[in-house]
């Protein structure tokens, strides 16, 4: 028997062997999982970057990975480019690739053997942008060894200090201001907050207490140093320095790591840098060496926290996004002092490069919503900004260079409401200004200097000087498209007279690709609306807390949104699969058109759900929506939600949203036999209630239960006493889908799977066909 035994145990390696073969060789063409990134560029993809970023997804066990990129499927070995040794499964060559088709692959050795994936198609445009990954080396020598040597070269110093009152007045007096005000606060040290566990079932509750009041201190020790490379003068300098040294004495691995919870270890790796870059000759010898051994253990913590994830695989987490910006400009900050300064920018550049953002693409959308939009763009753009100082070209990325039009479109001037995302209920205020004010200057583009303008935005921030720019001549936006789709993130913003804010009306249409997760929501096929300044249909509830109560089983839930319940049931809250898709986009001038499809948001609770929403410009939309049920019959609930209470006619089949001068009539035309029912308040209500003003929430049910449905609805808005103007709209008979008149103009949509639609004289084989008076 031990013979037998002995003899199998000689044959263990191989069978060990051949499992471990057997098990990753399919694996090297597996699809992602939940939370990581797919191969990149994808099958067929055209490629708008040049050379592209290519990434894979990782392998355990894998030794070391190979890159093979070729003009033939074959990979022959003449003409195949090969590289091996890659240490990460991100590659980006560092020149330009000749246009045209390509193939690509990844392979890994492990135990003394090669192995390669299947060939990936792409294709590189004839006009992709040139963005070859740059030599850290490179750029580090750009960096002077002095300083200040963030965003502030010794000779524009001098020039500010010179001429306080010139060119640059504008950056100089509100820093100075602010400064002055730190000084007169008198302010005793922010306390370092104890362990974390102290905190008991109180914990999130206290955590955010502490990060909400340390940032505008933070702030205020930011502002001082800049002030003092301003003006030079010494007061702002020590108060800088003395809060700055006190952070120097935190515990690194404490209540303030990078490590959830993160908020206070962020905010001193992003002040903390640039503070100690500002104040460097007043500070000691001694206190320099401090300064330097902490916050390069900040940077590397938050290196660490980047590759324990991988972040190149699993990027889809806020806050180590949020850090990336901190981690290239702490670099930069502690580059020829501190060894591994290079290695953690050159990590953290390919991120920048490939992988980020994680919450965007090319079309520059943003799922996390416009809130969270300026908060990131607020931060990140100052590293794009220093790093096109040092002769890196990153804001040629195609997300960078399109952003903007998603500030642009989407936080529009005088909006009361955000839209989407957390902190949807907050207003478009001067950070959004001064997010396209940078936009503005960095692409000299006059239409986001327009919007800027009328916002309040201005130079802002550790940038101001770099983006100062009273020369660029803003450009009225009356001959750019009144809607844009940002198909990255599932976004339509629709405007109604983009030129004109007091008349405008602006209605978005979410359906997002990447879930319900994040700080976006079980929102999928949801609108909001605002005319002439006001909100009339809203994203209800108040972000006053992350991720419990109100917030968790409000907002984060379908029945906060303007979207359909089934049997009062929404979408799956907090998935990467409750997805939604923008399946269709037009823009004709004077009409536009736009699909989503929220079928996959339901979790097999519904066969489809389709929102077909047309604007005829520039106050009307006409919105049907598909819905059909997996078998057994269900109702259906239409939902809208207002900050005033409504009007409700049932027997009208109407209700009335009202705000201001401002009014939103919506007709409903199909089903009937609906249901009206108006509430007001929350299930559960906010944790400070004293801030969160009333709200109205409006359903129309089917009364019976039903296999599929179709809501038909037209939405009309106008001013306070234009309502006997309106023009009553109506269904008339057609075949193979619907035809609404409204006035003058006939809208004809064609349901999916009929050749055409017809009405009366009218044939038209196209989804939607809008016709003006005299055509029938």
Known sequence: MFAQVRRFARFLP???????????EPRLDRSPAEGEVNHSPGDGAVTTVNPPPFVWLPLDGAEAYHLQVSRSADFPETGTITVRDVDLTVYIPRHPMQTGDWYWRYGYSSGGETRFGRARPFTIAEDAVNLPFPRVEEVLERVPSSRPRLYFSPEVIAEIRAEPEGRYREIVEPAVRAAEEALAMEEDLFPEPPPWEDFGESLREEYQRIFVSMRPYTERMHQCAMAYLFTGDRRYAEEARRRLLHFMTWDVEGPSSVIWPSELGMDIAERGPRTFDWIHDILTEEERAKCLDVLGKRIAQINRLHRSMPFESRPYSSHPGRMIGFAIEGSLALAHDVPEAADWLEYTLRLLWSVYPAWGGEEGGWHEGIGYWNSYMGRIMNVVVELDRLGVPIKEKPFFRNTGWHGFYVAYPGRKQRGFGDGFEGGISRGFGNNLYR???LYQNPWFRWSANRIGGRPFGPVAAQVLDPDLEEKSPDGLPQSRLFSDVGLVAMHGDLANPDDNVILLLQSSP?????????????????????????SSGFYQAYGRGHHSEWIWQTKAHNAVLVNGEGQ????????????????????AYAAGDATAAYDGRLNKFTRHVVFLR????????ELEGPGEPARFQWLLHARSEMELDEAGRTVVSAQGDARLRVRFLEPSGLTFIQTSGWDPEPPRPDRAPPQFHFTASTREARQATRFITVLQTHRAGDAEDLPEPRLREAEGGAAVVIGDRLVLWKAPGADEIRSGQVTSPDPVTVLRAGVR
């Open 618 to 625: 520039p106050d009307t939309f006409v919105m049907i929506d």
């Open 572 to 591: 799956t809250p907090r998935s990467r699969r409750a997805v939604g898709e923008i399946t269709a986009y037009q823009e004709n001038g004077d009409w």
């Open 14 to 24: 191989f069978l060990a062997a051949a499992a471990t073969a057997a098990f990753a």
């Open 514 to 538: 990447f879930g319900s997760v994040s700080h976006n929501h079980a929102n999928q096929n949801a609108f909001t609306l605002d005319a002439y300044g006001e909100p009339l249909a809203i």
């Open 439 to 441: 936009f503005s200057t």
